[in-house]
């Protein structure tokens, strides 16, 4: 075991059911999945404690005692923007950055921003539920073009997609990069191949980037905007650190809009649901993580994979027998 894992304890065993977990809950397991005995093995909500810089730096803002209406500082940006190119060499501006409390959240408001009741939104299932329900929730339809399974691993259906994204009622494509659940990054050629398309089309691409970070060793994500600057004008992409530090509960995303047409639209409508002030923790939390954490982050990838290599050949070899 390397020295950085070591660092850190990710072994520790932690009792989070007095706490409102919902993971640990029996009956949201019950409710859910119709079971209440489940180990839940969820990618949105490890169990590891966030890193120590993290809460340290919490700590020090509640020993301050006010907690007021506050906005994020200049840092908070920057440690994003510095973030972002060293580890994905992709340069962000400032001025593209728009706050919301969350990526499911601002996929409703994208939806409704950029749509009408009535229009369609593509999404390649299998793919995160909720896409599906901020879709419909706000009285859109959603357009499938699923996934194929080829072999041992999924691809897109490029045919297929091109059939659909004539519909004139399309007008979205949801992208998720990399995509959850099937565990795929997507290749250079297939981000070209579906922002041609959509650009042709003249679909606005939303590009759901969250998982960005949680990549094993040797792997490497392509931010959908650092393609190309047509790609870049046309498409708003999600991030946030909640799911890379274990710091979902704190409510901060930022959403990354370089056309400043659309930027504005999309804060309008956040202004209307006076959706624009961030909490003051997970500002916090997010700039210390970009700033501090990333040998945590490494290390916690390693110890993720060794789990993923344990549960792959403990699955073998009872199916095995």
Same mark, same amino acid.
């Given at each position: *075991?390397?020295? !950085?894992?070591? @660092?850190? !304890?990710?072994?520790?065993? &932690?009792?989070? @059911? ?27 909500? *490890? ?5 120590? $810089?993290?809460?340290?730096? *919490? ?55 950029? /749509? ?8 390649? +299932? ?21 996934? @194929? ?20 009622? $399309? ?5 998720? /990069? ?15 191949? %579906? ?5 042709? !089309? !003249?679909?606005?691409? &939303? ?27 046309? /498409? ?5 650190? /909640? ?21 504005? &639209?999309?804060?309008?409508? *956040? +202004? ?24 945590? %982050? ?13 549960? @792959? ?9």
């Amino acid at each position: *075991m390397d020295e !950085n894992t070591i @660092k850190w !304890n990710f072994d520790e065993i &932690i009792d989070r @059911k007095c706490y409102g977990t919902i993971k640990w809950k029996p009956e949201f397991l019950k409710r859910w999945l119709k079971y209440e005995d489940l180990l839940p093995l969820w990618v949105a909500d *490890m169990d590891f404690r966030a890193p120590k $810089a993290i809460t340290d730096a *919490m700590i020090k803002r509640i020993n301050h005692g006010i907690f007021g209406y506050t906005l994020p500082e200049e840092d908070f940006y920057q440690a994003t923007i510095d973030w972002f190119q060293r580890r994905h060499n992709w340069i962000i501006q400032r001025d593209w950055f728009v706050y919301t409390p969350g990526i499911v959240s601002a996929i409703c408001n994208l939806v409704l921003a950029f /749509s009408k009741p009535g229009d369609k939104i593509i999404i390649q +299932e299998p793919v995160y539920y909720p896409f599906k329900e901020s879709i419909k929730n706000n009285g859109r339809r959603a357009l499938v073009n699923p996934l @194929k399974l080829i072999d041992d691993h999924y691809e897109m259906d490029f045919e297929d997609l091109e059939k659909k994204i004539k519909d004139p009622r $399309a007008k979205i494509l949801i992208l998720c /990069s990399p995509h959850n659940p099937i565990a795929r990054i997507w290749q250079r050629e297939e981000l070209i191949k %579906l922002g041609n398309i959509c650009i042709k !089309n !003249n679909i606005l691409v &939303i590009s759901d980037e969250i998982h960005c970070d949680l990549i094993f060793p040797g792997f490497k994500h392509i931010p959908f905007a650092s393609l190309s600057e047509e790609f870049a004008q046309n /498409s708003v992409t999600c991030t946030a650190g /909640s799911k890379t530090f274990n710091i979902a509960g704190l409510q901060t995303s930022n959403i990354i809009i370089p056309e400043p047409v659309k930027r504005q &639209i999309f804060v309008n409508q *956040m +202004e209307r649901l006076s959706l624009t002030f961030p909490g003051i923790f997970g500002a916090i939390a997010l700039k210390t993580a970009y700033n501090e954490c990333e040998d945590w %982050l490494d290390a916690a990838m390693v110890y993720i994979k060794r789990n993923y290599e344990f549960l @792959k050949n403990l699955f073998k070899k009872d199916y095995m027998g």
